[in-house]
């Protein structure tokens, strides 16, 4: 498995999973299509399907015209605002994409059909979260609650393998250092990641275990946070936390 990167938009992260085996690659999230289309002739290798991981039109806008020149491609997904989507995603559905297999998981809170692809090649386990997990951070709660989102980062994601990659949705990572240290100015691995990145243009991936030790919103059981925010019920950790990220500057 090989996995590349792809900056969309003004932030976006779009993504070809190369399957080596059979020269073939899915495209997460292709908002442009041109780019991501480039990207797969520079690897030589063939799109045969998209993963999306909600609807949103900086995630599956692209779909339409990557399935007017590519026609015919499994658009997987697990929420009908989806364009072209052609295979719904069911909640911990595992299937096979060439010598991939993926498992789908929904990770509701970000929007009410977000889902997250959990990809394995042997030993080799990546994750593509969408706006769910950020490095640092998470996404906002636009149609899901502090509760769906806590279960989406903990019971869901949580439970994957630490050396598992997380490929996330958006070029958020300085912003979210930020405000982490914020909540936690003496945590030695958030120190150390705002370092590492002043020389790293592409931020992505993470990993599950990385994420749980500086990811605030990973972090609500956390006696520091918990101080911090005033309170120890997770639920309420997270929403207050979700608040003052929404407010940070």
Same mark, same amino acid.
């Not at 499994?74 to 295979?87: C, E, F, M, S, T």
């Given at each position: 498995m090989r996995i590349i990167p792809v900056p969309v938009l003004e932030d976006n992260y779009a993504y070809l999973i190369i399957d080596d085996k059979t020269g073939e690659a899915i495209a997460v999230d292709p908002a442009e299509p041109s780019k991501v289309l480039q990207a797969a002739a520079q690897a030589g290798v063939n799109i045969k399907g998209i993963f999306t991981t909600h609807h949103h039109w900086d995630h599956a806008g692209g779909n339409v015209e990557l399935l007017t020149i590519k026609p015919g491609l499994l658009v997987y997904g697990a929420d009908a605002r989806i364009p072209q989507i052609n295979y719904v995603v069911k909640n911990n559905e595992e299937f096979q994409v060439g010598s991939l297999t993926v498992k789908g998981f929904l990770t509701i809170g970000h929007t009410k059909g977000s889902v997250s692809y959990y990809v394995q090649d042997g030993n080799e386990r990546a994750v593509f979260t969408g706006d769910t997990l950020f490095v640092a951070g998470c996404g906002k709660?636009?149609?899901? &609650?502090?509760?769906?989102?806590?279960?989406s980062l903990y019971n869901v994601l949580a439970s994957l393998p630490p050396e598992t990659k997380v490929y996330c949705g958006h070029e958020y990572t300085r912003a979210n250092l930020r405000f982490a240290l914020s909540i936690? !100015?003496?945590? &030695?691995?958030?120190?150390?990641?705002?370092?590492?990145?002043? =020389? =790293? @243009? @592409?931020?992505? !991936? =993470?990993?599950i275990g990385e994420e749980m030790l500086y990811n605030p919103f990973m972090r609500v059981h956390e006696p520091t946070i918990q101080q911090h925010v005033g309170t120890n019920n997770p639920i309420d950790v997270i929403s207050t936390l979700r608040e003052l990220k929404n407010s940070f500057q």
């Amino acid at each position: 498995m090989r996995i590349i990167p792809v900056p969309v938009l003004e932030d976006n992260y779009a993504y070809l999973i190369i399957d080596d085996k059979t020269g073939e690659a899915i495209a997460v999230d292709p908002a442009e299509p041109s780019k991501v289309l480039q990207a797969a002739a520079q690897a030589g290798v063939n799109i045969k399907g998209i993963f999306t991981t909600h609807h949103h039109w900086d995630h599956a806008g692209g779909n339409v015209e990557l399935l007017t020149i590519k026609p015919g491609l499994l658009v997987y997904g697990a929420d009908a605002r989806i364009p072209q989507i052609n295979y719904v995603v069911k909640n911990n559905e595992e299937f096979q994409v060439g010598s991939l297999t993926v498992k789908g998981f929904l990770t509701i809170g970000h929007t009410k059909g977000s889902v997250s692809y959990y990809v394995q090649d042997g030993n080799e386990r990546a994750v593509f979260t969408g706006d769910t997990l950020f490095v640092a951070g998470c996404g906002k709660f636009f149609e899901g &609650t502090a509760e769906d989102m806590y279960n989406s980062l903990y019971n869901v994601l949580a439970s994957l393998p630490p050396e598992t990659k997380v490929y996330c949705g958006h070029e958020y990572t300085r912003a979210n250092l930020r405000f982490a240290l914020s909540i936690e !100015p003496n945590n &030695t691995a958030l120190m150390n990641k705002v370092a590492w990145c002043q =020389s =790293s @243009i @592409i931020t992505v !991936p =993470s990993t599950i275990g990385e994420e749980m030790l500086y990811n605030p919103f990973m972090r609500v059981h956390e006696p520091t946070i918990q101080q911090h925010v005033g309170t120890n019920n997770p639920i309420d950790v997270i929403s207050t936390l979700r608040e003052l990220k929404n407010s940070f500057q």
